[in-house]
Structures are given as structure tokens and as C-alpha cells.
């Protein structure tokens, strides 16, 4: 019974995290009604950044070396070129095509690794990838054929960025003893520095054209997206299983469909929730075939590709803390520490 209550707690913590990562794309859709791009992103992570900062001086206190300093900034610009892109895009397109796009990263991720380490994923995974692009085909297209608009195409580009960015994540972090919470924290500090720098004008007329709804956005984005998600999937990938991690994370353009049409009142169409179905079903599919098959031992030939997998297909410990960091899977629909 106690089992079962701690794997329930779990479940529920990781779905929390879909749930508001889902909410994310609305929440940032508003703010850029009210301010630009660079400036919601540098209010954002200003906010994350000191609630990492406080993190850090409680749990790490040891400054990072020259090499996990670089790994740092590295990982944060590319995730700074990610998030540019997804809130210039969920500006241009609705909260739910945002949320369902983005999700193609689970596809792209598995893709760029198979080409990394060259070891070819099953016929199935093909697939499933079809499945997603013929959804993503009827998603743009609204209630008749059409080409997308320029927010679906900047989404449908951030989610390949991002496949960059994990893959990256995974081979500069592979058995490194670097500590997850201080490269979060740098990836957070580039990302308020670039918005900062892009646009300091924006970011002063944004902290005086804010109102207490957008400052609960930039927030909920800064500590909810950001900090809280991080902290649980730490916790959490610690007491359940990689693939139950993605499953309940999975659910996160679900929750990004369900907050744009309760929330905004955006409508799908016949046509549209067709290929949102496609989209997650393709996702999920692809999921389940790139564990399966990471799941099984490296040909002996190459002696090398066991040593190659990608980062957290079987979560990797953070030396210094004893922490886990999630799977692949689990970063892929969002990085650390994504919107």
C-alpha cells in the first residue's frame, strides 16, 4: 500500500510538470501581446536565475571549473537560440500548435543521435516519424489545405534546435562530474543575459507596462516552468522508471491543446484535432520504440557505441549530489530549463 501511495505521489508530481510546462505556451503567448520577445525572456530568467542562484548556495556552493563553466555557457546559448525561437513562434501561432510542434522534438532527438553514434533506429520509429508529419500537415492546415504560417514554421524549427541542444546536453555532460544544478544555473544566467542585452529598452518598458496578471506570468514561467520543473524531475526520476518519466511528460502537448481552448478559446477543427491526435499518438510511438531499442546492448563490433548513448537513456548520476538527471525523453520535450 505504501508502494503504491509513493508511486502515486510520483505520478502526480510528473503530471504537475506536464500540466505547466502545457500551460507555458499560453502564458508566454500573453506576455508577448505586452512586451517583446527578448524582454519577457530576460524578465523570465532573471527570475529563474535567482531562484537557481538560491538553489545553489544551499545544495552546491563549489564553483565550477574552467571546462564546466564553458559547458555551461555553451549549452545555455543553444538554449538561448531554442527559446528565442519558440516564443517568437508561439507569438505568430496558436498556445496548442505550439505545444503539439514542439513535441516532434521526441522525434528529431532520437534521429540526430542515431547519426551521432550510428546506430540506426528499427523500420517502426520511421514510422511513427511519418505519422507525426502527416499530423503536423493537418494540424497547420486548419480547415482546408494551406501552407503553415510563419509562427508554425519558426515552432517546427525550434523543435529540431532543440533536438541539437539535448544531443549536445548529452555529449558534453556524459560521464562528467559536473553538478546538474550549476549548469542549469549558467544555462539560466546566458539565457537573462541575451534577453537583457538584445533589448535592455524592452526590459525597462516591460517592468512599467507590466500589470500583477503579466508579472504572475513572467513567474509562473521564471519559477513554475523553469525551477519547480527542474527540482521535480530531480526528485522524481530518482523513484520511477525513464519510460514512465516520458509517458506522464509526454502528456505535455495535451495540457498546451487543453490550456489554449479552455483557457483562449482557440478552436481546432475536425482537421486540426486529427493531426494533434496523430501528432501525440506518432510521439508517444516513437517513444516507446527508441526505449525499446536503446534498452538493448551495443553491438560488440563497435566497442566504442555502448559507451555512446544518448544523454539519459537510462538516467546518468550527478556525482557531485547524488542527483539523477532525467532521460533524453524527458528533457527532450523541453531541455532545462525550457518554456
Known amino acids: 500500500m505504501k508502494n503504491f501511495r509513493n508511486r502515486f505521489i510520483v505520478d502526480i508530481a510528473l503530471l504537475a510538470v506536464a500540466v505547466v510546462w502545457g500551460g507555458s505556451y499560453l502564458a508566454a503567448k500573453g506576455l508577448t501581446a505586452t512586451a517583446s520577445v527578448p524582454a519577457v525572456l530576460g524578465w523570465r530568467f532573471l527570475v529563474a536565475s535567482l531562484a537557481l542562484s538560491a538553489l545553489w548556495t544551499w545544495r552546491v556552493r563549489r564553483l565550477p571549473g574552467r571546462t564546466e563553466l564553458l559547458t555551461g555557457v555553451a549549452l ?18 496558436s498556445a496548442g500548435n505550439a505545444g503539439l510542434i514542439i513535441a516532434l522534438t521526441v522525434i528529431f532527438t532520437p534521429l540526430l543521435d542515431a547519426v551521432a553514434t550510428r546506430r540506426w533506429l528499427p523500420r517502426g520509429f520511421f514510422v511513427a516519424a511519418a505519422i507525426c508529419v502527416v499530423g503536423v500537415a493537418l494540424l497547420v492546415s486548419g480547415d482546408g489545405l494551406r501552407a503553415p504560417n510563419p509562427g508554425d514554421l519558426l515552432m517546427l524549427a525550434a523543435a529540431g534546435v532543440r533536438a541539437g ?61 523553469s525551477v519547480f520543473a527542474f527540482l521535480i524531475q530531480l526528485w522524481a526520476v530518482r523513484r520511477t522508471s525513464a519510460s514512465r518519466t516520458s509517458l506522464l511528460m509526454g502528456t505535455e502537448p495535451v ?30 510511438a516513437g517513444q516507446r520504440i527508441e526505449a525499446r531499442f ?21 538516467p546518468e548520476q550527478d556525482t557531485e549530489r547524488g542527483s539523477t538527471v532525467g532521460s533524453a525523453a524527458g528533457f527532450a520535450l523541453r531541455g532545462s530549463p525550457g518554456p
Request: glycine share 14%; proline share 5%.
Open 165 to 225: 541542444h539535448v544531443t549536445l546536453m548529452g555529449t558534453l555532460t556524459r560521464n562528467k562530474p559536473y553538478s546538474s544544478i550549476t549548469v542549469t544555473l549558467l544555462q539560466s544566467l546566458v539565457c537573462a543575459v541575451l534577453g537583457m542585452a538584445v533589448d535592455p529598452a524592452g526590459m525597462v518598458q516591460a517592468a512599467t507596462a507590466f500589470d500583477p496578471t503579466d508579472w504572475l506570468g513572467i513567474l509562473y514561467l521564471g519559477l513554475a516552468a
Open 76 to 93: 545555455g546559448l543553444t538554449q538561448a537560440a531554442v527559446l528565442f525561437m519558440e516564443t517568437f513562434g508561439v507569438a505568430g501561432t
Open 255 to 284: 495540457w498546451a491543446v487543453l490550456a489554449g481552448v479552455l483557457l483562449a478559446g482557440e478552436s481546432l477543427g475536425w482537421i486540426g484535432a486529427l493531426g494533434a491526435l496523430l501528432i501525440v499518438a506518432g510521439c508517444y
Open 294 to 314: 536503446r534498452s538493448r546492448p551495443a553491438p560488440e563490433a563497435d566497442p566504442g557505441q555502448g559507451a555512446t548513448q544518448a544523454a539519459g537513456h537510462g
